[in-house]
């Protein structure tokens, strides 16, 4: 009889994780009690710094905190976001972070996208997103809301 070992190692890829949107639609701090300590944590961060109530209006908007792995950090790597807006509808907008250095090692990295302000002011709440991840210029993986097409 001959026992033959199994490795169970996974290769892992660059990937995308999660996306979380968290809207700051008040300068008014949720009511302190556990229910509500999460958006009041977020409310706080977003808001930390905002002296005046005119800073403060400033900050409100949407914002989304995005988790990737990154699985070779020796190639360069581009998050893309796509998205649409209340006032300007279908017209397509993009933002993008470039890692064009080598990073040191492979491991889980966060990404923000805010969009508050003065963009806010003119082209209104975010109503659909997709977020793509290249990496060495192939896409490697994307995520998207519900309501993209």
Known sequence: MSLSAVSCTQVQTSRL???ADLPLKTTEL?????????????????????????????????????SWYDAEPQKPARIEMQYTQAITGA???????????????AGSRKERFFFSGEERAKRGDIMTWKVTLYVDGKEADT???FLWE
Request: zero cysteines.
């Open 30 to 66: 949720p009511e302190e009690n556990w229910k509500n300590a999460p958006l009041r944590a977020n409310a706080q961060y977003i808001l930390y710094g905002a002296n005046t109530k005119a800073e403060r209006e400033l900050r409100k908007g949407d914002y989304y905190f995005l």
């Open 91 to 105: 017209d397509v907008q993009t933002r993008a972070v470039e890692y064009n250095e080598p990073r040191e090692e």
């Open 143 to 145: 995520l998207q809301s």
């Open 17 to 19: 994780l999660d996306m």
